[in-house]
């Protein structure tokens, strides 16, 4: 039984993703443009492994580290290329040497840590001259119509604060990443009701922040219906509710010549 349990959980996951497909499928567009033959790769927070499938398929003759920090999704890989390696570690500490990694990829997942130049530095780190590293985050006006509903309910805060564009440009150069560029664009998906889309966002693992004060337990029937309500003012005209989604892609490369120390 635990086994059927972990594969729905898995299914549910892959069905409510849609975002994130979509944006694995983007990255994978700008990877073609690039001249790169990779030899040994690493996708940052693969989760269940929509990134590493594409990415070992693109490169078969490559190693693939699926690196996440939950292991229930590792367990529920979906790429089973024998090339491809589970790794279960945190962004901040990620248990490989210097100059290990060709290619560093990660989508949709560097919005979970909230201290990212932490992580950047690590990526960097662990990336070998001549090395790049492509990545999707989310930018601040991610979910920005649920955003605006609650905020006519109540003072707390309902969803994460996401890094800019700017403070991630800033941030790729003070760790010396070379010829780094970043840019936005926002991807809407459509709702019958805000009810769908929470299970989405309950079903991918989405934070949605709630605080002591603003716990989901503690939020009353009431209070939700009310932001129900407010989500209306966002219905289109083809009767479905939008949900934004502003997402930061961004490629960098390693110096050849760098020295290994990040300040």
Not at 155 to 168: A, G
Not at 179 to 207: A, C, F, P, R, T
Request: proline residues 2%.
């Amino acid at each position: 039984m635990k086994d059927i349990n972990k594969r729905s959980l898995s299914k549910k996951y892959i069905d409510s993703a849609v975002v994130q497909k979509e944006i694995v499928a983007r990255l994978m567009d700008r990877l073609s443009l690039i001249n790169i033959s990779p030899k040994k790769i690493v996708d940052i927070g693969a989760g269940v492994g929509l990134g590493s499938k594409e990415i070992i398929t693109r490169y078969p003759e490559a190693s693939c580290f699926m690196l996440d920090n939950s292991i229930e999704s590792l367990n529920e890989n979906i790429s089973k290329d024998i090339n491809v390696y589970e790794v279960c570690a945190n962004f901040k500490k990620i248990p490989f040497k210097n100059n290990s990694f060709d290619l560093i990829f990660s989508s949709s997942a560097l919005h979970w840590d909230l201290d990212i130049r932490s992580s950047f530095k690590e990526i960097y780190r662990i990336l070998r001259p001549g090395g790049l590293f492509l990545f999707a985050t989310y930018g601040p006006n991610t979910l920005v119509e649920l955003r605006s509903a609650w905020s006519r309910i109540d003072e707390y805060k309902h969803v994460n604060d996401f890094y800019d564009m700017h403070d991630i440009g800033d941030l790729m150069q003070s760790i010396n990443f070379n010829d780094s560029v970043v840019d936005v664009e926002n991807i809407i998906i459509e709702y019958k009701d805000v009810v769908q889309l929470q299970i989405d966002l309950k079903n991918i693992g989405s934070k949605v922040i709630y605080s002591k004060e603003n716990s989901q337990s503690l939020i009353s029937k009431n209070k939700m219906k009310k932001m129900y309500n407010e989500y209306e003012r966002f219905r289109l005209e083809d009767g479905n509710l939008p949900a934004t989604y502003e997402v930061i892609f961004g490629s960098a490369w390693k110096k050849f010549d760098i020295l290994q120390k990040v300040d």
